[in-house]
């Protein structure tokens, strides 16, 4: 098993920066993509930003490229989420997930790809 917790949220003015952390413990051996969910109230959850295990490889979604970076530390089983210039439409919870395999390309966007989540952190951006 695999444990993630995610810290960082919080509440912020438009325009403003947020760094969301995403730490992994357990059972971590072993080369995985980790990505950033949000799920805004009313609206399903959508994949933000996602990496590989070499860190080569990245996604954002559209709405979300240019203002926000996703890296990770293998060395501390930690992957953050650099968010800047937030918007009142960030406002979600945002969870982290893990899925083992070192890049899963294709199916990045698919939950069911993912074997592990966080359990969310609030993100209110306000206008």
């Known amino acids: 098993q695999v444990q993630l917790v995610e810290s960082g949220g919080g509440l912020v003015q438009a325009g403003g920066s947020l760094r969301l952390s995403c730490e992994a413990s357990?059972?971590?051996?072993?080369?995985?993509?980790m990505a950033w969910f949000r799920q805004a109230p009313g609206k399903e959850r959508e994949l933000v930003a996602a990496i590989s295990w070499s860190g080569l490889s990245t996604f954002y979604a559209d709405s979300v490229d240019g203002r926000f970076t996703v890296s990770r530390d293998t060395t501390k089983n930690t992957v953050y989420l650099q968010m800047n210039s937030l918007k009142p439409v960030d406002t979600a919870v945002y969870f982290c997930a893990s899925a083992a395999a070192p890049w899963l390309g294709a199916t990045l966007h698919l939950e069911g790809a993912y074997a592990y989540w966080g359990q969310g952190t609030q993100v209110t951006v306000s206008s």
């Open positions: 357990g059972r971590t051996a072993g080369s995985n993509t």
